[in-house]
C-alpha cells in the first residue's frame, strides 16, 4: 500500500516563518513593544515584516483620517472584507491530493471547485452550484471537521489512495428535452477540466440538478440537445468511459427525479424546481449543498 | 514567547528556493501571507508578488532533513499538476546544489490559480 503524507506539520502552524527563521509574530510584537533586538535592525526579513506592518496601519491611519464623522462611517463592507481574509486564512479549505502517493503534492479545494464549477458553466444554460471534491476512500479523519485549522496544524493523515470524487449541483434549462444526457456531457466537461487543467485522479462526479430555470434568451435550443453537441469541441477524443467508473457514470447518480409543482420555489432559481429530497417542503429553496458538503470554499 | 533560533542556512536556503520557485514556468507567485491577503483588500492595493511566505523551512533534527512547505499560486494556462511537479523538481534541485549533504522532504501546495 502507498501512503500519502499531508504536509509537514509545523512546530508554530499558525505564525509565519520569515526566511531569516524568526516567526512574523514575534518580530512584529517586538517592533510594537519596542524590544526588538539587534537582529531586527539589521536583517532584511525582519525589517521588511515591520515595514508591511506599518504599511497597515497607515492604511488604517488613513481610512480613519479621511472619514469626517466616524460615528456615522459603515465599517461593515471593509471589516467584511478583512474577516474574509481572516477566514480564508485561518480556514483555507482542504488539500486534495494530486499526482503519485509519494509526490506531496497538494491542491486547495476551494480551487479545484472553481475550475471545475467553470467548466460546468460553459454548457449553455447550466448554472453550477455547489460542488465538493473529496477523496473517495479515505482513512484518516475528515479535515473539513476541523475548526479553523490551517493545514500545517493538521496531523499527518496517511491515506491509501488518491481517487477523488466530486459531487456537483447545477441548475440546468428548464426546456432541456434530455437531463439525463445533460447530465453526462456536464460531467465529461467536469472530468475533462479535472484531468486536463487540475490533474486530478477522478473516479466518480455525480452531477445532481437541483433545478430548472429559463433559459438565456440569446440560447440556441439545438445547444440544450447533447445528441446535437459537437463531440470535437466537447473533447470527447479524451473519453475514458472505463477510466470513470461505470457505476458513477449512469444517469441513476444524478440524483432523484422529482420534479415539483411548476411555478412553486424560488423565483430566482427559475419557474419549475427538480427537488431532489422529496420530502421538503416544496416551498422552499432550491437545495445547493449537497448532503454532506461542508459548502466551505466550495459555493459559487 | 518562544521562537525557534533561526538556523545556520534557512535565510540562504530561503532565497534561492523561493527565487527558483518563482522561476518555475506556470507559477505566477508564492502564496501571500497574511499580511499580503490583508493588504490586497485596502483600495488602489497591488498584489505583492515578491513575498516568501508561502514558503517554510524547517529542519526537526541537526542531522535530518529539511522539511520545505511550498505554497504556491499558478497561473491559468498551466495543468495545476505539471506545475506542482515542476515546482517539487525546481526545489529538490535547489536543495541539492544549497546544501548537498542533505536531503529534502518537499510539499508542494496549490493555494490559487490567476
Known amino acids: ?300 | 514567547m518562544t521562537q525557534p533560533a533561526p538556523l545556520d542556512h534557512t535565510p540562504i536556503l530561503g532565497e534561492a528556493i523561493a527565487t527558483a520557485v518563482r522561476g518555475v514556468p506556470g507559477v505566477a507567485f508564492l502564496s501571500p501571507g497574511l499580511t499580503g491577503r490583508l493588504r490586497s483588500v485596502l483600495p488602489g492595493a497591488t498584489p505583492d508578488r515578491a513575498s516568501s511566505a508561502g514558503l517554510r523551512i524547517n529542519r526537526p533534527t541537526d542531522d535530518g532533513p529539511w522539511r520545505i512547505d511550498v505554497r504556491i499560486v499558478a497561473r491559468a494556462d498551466a495543468r495545476v499538476l505539471d506545475v506542482g511537479r515542476a515546482t517539487r523538481s525546481a526545489v529538490t534541485e535547489c536543495v541539492a546544489v544549497a546544501d548537498p549533504a542533505r536531503s529534502a522532504e518537499v510539499s508542494v501546495t496549490v493555494t490559487g490559480i490567476v
Open chain 1, 1 to 300: 500500500m502507498t501512503t500519502r503524507i499531508h504536509p509537514p506539520e509545523s512546530p508554530h502552524p499558525d505564525d509565519e516563518q520569515l526566511p531569516c527563521g524568526r516567526l512574523l509574530s514575534v518580530v512584529w510584537t517586538e517592533w510594537e513593544e519596542g524590544t526588538a533586538d539587534g537582529h531586527t535592525a539589521t536583517c532584511a526579513h525582519c525589517l521588511r515584516a515591520t515595514a508591511e506592518l506599518e504599511d497597515l496601519e497607515a492604511a488604517v491611519r488613513q481610512v480613519r483620517d479621511e472619514t469626517d464623522d466616524l460615528a456615522a462611517y459603515d465599517a461593515t463592507p471593509l471589516t467584511r472584507r478583512v474577516m474574509d481574509v481572516v477566514g480564508l486564512e485561518l480556514r483555507p479549505g482542504r488539500p486534495l491530493p494530486l499526482g503519485e502517493p509519494d509526490e506531496d503534492l497538494w491542491v486547495m479545494e476551494s480551487v479545484a471547485a472553481r475550475t471545475l464549477r467553470a467548466a460546468a458553466d460553459q454548457m449553455p444554460g447550466v448554472r453550477a452550484g455547489s460542488c465538493r471534491i473529496s477523496p473517495a476512500e479515505p482513512t484518516g479523519p475528515d479535515r473539513s471537521a476541523l475548526p479553523l485549522a490551517a493545514p500545517q496544524a493538521v496531523p499527518r493523515v496517511v491515506r491509501d489512495s488518491d481517487r477523488i470524487a466530486v459531487q456537483l449541483d447545477i441548475r440546468a434549462p428548464l426546456t432541456t428535452p434530455d437531463l439525463p444526457a445533460l447530465a453526462d456531457e456536464v460531467r465529461e466537461r467536469v472530468r475533462l477540466a479535472a484531468d486536463g487543467r487540475l490533474g486530478l485522479n477522478v473516479v466518480s462526479i455525480d452531477i445532481r440538478i437541483t433545478d430548472l430555470t429559463d433559459p438565456p434568451d440569446d440560447m440556441d435550443p439545438q445547444h440544450m440537445d447533447p445528441q446535437h453537441m459537437d463531440p470535437q469541441h466537447m473533447g470527447a477524443q479524451h473519453t475514458d468511459p472505463q477510466h470513470m467508473g461505470p457505476d458513477h457514470m449512469g444517469p441513476d447518480h444524478m440524483g432523484p427525479h422529482h420534479i415539483g409543482p411548476p411555478g412553486i420555489g424560488d423565483h430566482h432559481m427559475g419557474s419549475q424546481h427538480m427537488d431532489p429530497h422529496p420530502t421538503e417542503p416544496p416551498s422552499g429553496p432550491a437545495p445547493t449543498n449537497t448532503p454532506h458538503g461542508s459548502g466551505e470554499g466550495t459555493g459559487p
